[in-house]
């Protein structure tokens, strides 16, 4: 039986309360304590970040729960800065659009994309790629950094572009005031989107982390960083006076389920 949206509004509330209900009494928590979460969810509520708190602390429980038991890459957070329509990139091009500054590190990023139920190759599958650049910066208007490439009759892909660093966010706001006393930094390992389509179909959305990013252990998205996500970058030289790295992420394609991709 489907339950209509007041119902399960009704059964998430009584089980919310079930839970916080023993927090409270075995902690003693005090009613001026109470009154001060209100006070900061009132200052959260009127900066417009509740839905990013929740997306920090719960989003990853709830992706990970509906998608188990499904083969492929671990799916994971879309972010609030993918933009689509991104261009299409030839395989083995670059999505450099922008003069890079003196500490730009380039990066050839690589990697097999396979059928994550029988192992075979894919060819034609659509790699949406984006992140952030040698400052921590997404390009929120143009398309530095983002851009479509498709595997090649073998399933491979390759694509030129720069290392992301890590970055922090919420140093000023709500958000950052409460992992401030949490004694938890705002920083975000350094990581690469992707979203994944195949025959125009949305199969995966996800991000990977670089290996050498010192937040890996404590990135403020509760439970993004896993050692699948992970990928090694390995310095092979120099390009145009900057370092240049080598870095392989391998892509499993899970099937075709009702919730397709769908980890907004």
């Not at 009613?31 to 989003?59: P, T």
Request: hydrophobic share 35%.
């Amino acid at each position: 039986m489907i339950m209509n949206s007041c119902a399960r509004l009704q059964l998430v509330a009584d089980e919310v309360v079930a839970a916080l209900t023993p927090v409270v009494r075995d902690l003693r928590i005090t009613e001026d304590e109470l009154h001060a979460a209100g006070d900061y969810l009132n200052r959260l509520g009127q900066a417009g970040m509740c839905r990013s708190l929740l997306d920090i602390a719960f989003a990853m429980t709830a992706v990970d729960t509906r998608r188990a038991g499904i083969p492929g890459t671990r799916t994971n957070l879309e972010g609030p800065l993918y933009r689509p329509g991104a261009p299409e990139r030839a395989n083995g091009s670059s999505m450099i659009e922008r003069d890079l500054s003196a500490d730009a590190d380039l990066l050839i990023l690589s990697g097999k994309v396979r059928d994550a139920t029988t192992g075979s190759p894919l060819s034609g599958v659509e790699l949406d790629f984006w992140h952030a650049d040698e400052h921590g910066l997404y390009d929120r208007d143009g398309n530095h950094l983002r851009g479509i490439v498709r595997s090649d009759e073998n399933g491979d892909y390759r694509i030129e572009s720069v290392l992301p660093i890590d970055y922090a966010e919420h140093q000023n706001d709500p958000i950052g005031e409460l992992l401030d006393e949490l004694g938890r930094t705002s920083f975000r390992a350094a990581h690469i989107h992707l979203k994944v389509r195949v025959d125009g179909v949305e199969r995966l959305t996800t991000q990977f982390f670089r290996s050498d990013s010192p937040h890996l252990e404590h990135d403020y998205v509760i439970g993004a960083v896993s050692d699948d996500l992970v990928a090694t970058p390995k310095h092979v030289g120099e390009r145009d006076g900057h370092p240049l790295y080598e870095m392989t992420f391998d892509i499993d394609v899970p099937p075709l389920t009702d919730d397709a991709g769908g980890n907004r």
